[in-house]
């Protein structure tokens, strides 16, 4: 089994390396067994970063992280390693785009802001030929902004996750460390497991994805889980 996720959006300070490291953790406290590995394609090495300055503390993350650049990923689309992959982008440049053209599914994080969102519309449209579904972060649930950024999303057909990833200090503190509680990501994970699960043949899929386990979700989950993942298959999965 191979997975490759890609988190990108043509736009920096979107919350893509977080999410990268938090889905990472999340899918390996669902599958222990399940080789993880997350791949640093942008220039500023956030997630590089964030494993040496965890290993410095003695503070082991869990999984392998690895440098990656245009020309390694484009490999990695013709020799696919087992496991899950996840790949942290840049904004822009020749790695964005082959960690999209090589992702079997690509999640597009976004914030609140009318200048994210006009963003995050456009990234949408650029990769519509590719399974992808927009991740709501840095949010908070009570606030118009979080309710008209919901309401624009679906208003224009655009597939994104139920789970909407609150504001939270542990969030924005946890770099240098493994994350020691997931929060709404784990729904967002528990969303994207039953979505794959659903999309791609079992011979893909770790025994945990099935649909039988994604079907018991983790208490809490949120109640839209899946919203919109219909619309994210325009072309089929492209696993293969």
Known sequence: MTMIITIANAKGGMGKTTSAMYLAQAAKLRDPDLEVMVLDADPQSSVTQWALDAEGQGVSIGY???????????????????????VDTPPSGA???????????????????????QQTFKWDRSIKDKPHCVLVLDADLRTLACRATIDALDAEGVARFGAVVCHRQDIVCSFMAAPSKLWECADVWAELVEALSRAFSSDWLPVSWSCSSAGSLPAGCSASCSRGFDRAWTSGPTCG
């Not at 790695?95 to 969102?117: G, H, K, M, N």
Request: aromatic share 2%; proline share 7%.
């Open 64 to 86: 392998r992280v690895d440098s990656a650049n245009s020309a390694t990923l484009s490999r990695l689309g013709k020799c696919r390693p087992s496991g899950l992959i996840l």
């Open 95 to 117: 790695a964005l785009d082959e960690a999209c053209r090589v992702a079997d599914f690509v999640i597009i994080p976004t914030s609140l802001t009318p200048l994210d969102l």
